[in-house]
């Protein structure tokens, strides 16, 4: 049975660095390209990042370029999205999820993870 599983979350300052994680299993990531979103109270779910099943390689929303990074560890079979110089308007819970070609619509994308929250708080 295909599962993500997201961890990392928490309390962060201004400024300061998360590392989040997408645990897979059911599936290998060799063979799937896994996005990253996140969702703020009130606003809608907003596509952050994808890395490419097949390649690896990582693709972002502009919004958060330069301070966001996707990488995987195929041997563990899990996503990172590392974060720093975070700011009060990162806050949200973030999801992963898997999908056969990156588009940034959350309805292409399936098996989501439950999400992990992230606060930026001074």
């Known amino acids: 049975q295909v599962h993500l599983v997201e961890s990392g979350g928490g309390l962060v300052q201004p400024g300061g660095s998360l590392r989040l994680s997408c645990a897979a299993s059911?599936?290998?990531?060799?063979?799937?390209?896994i996005g990253w979103f996140r969702q703020a109270p009130g606003k809608e779910r907003e596509w952050v990042s994808c890395?490419?099943?097949?390649?690896?390689?990582?693709w972002y929303a502009d919004f958060v370029k330069g301070r966001l990074t996707t990488s995987r560890d195929n041997a563990k079979n899990t996503v990172y999205l590392q974060m720093n110089s975070l700011k009060p308007e990162d806050t949200a819970v973030y999801y992963c999820?898997?999908?056969?070609?990156?588009?940034?619509?959350?309805?292409?994308?399936?098996?989501w993870g439950q999400g992990t929250q992230v606060t930026v708080s001074s």
């Open positions: 999820a898997r999908t056969v070609r990156c588009s940034g619509d959350p309805s292409t994308f399936d098996n």
């Open positions: 059911g599936f290998t990531l060799d063979y799937s390209t």
């Open positions: 890395i490419r099943g097949s390649s690896g390689i990582p």
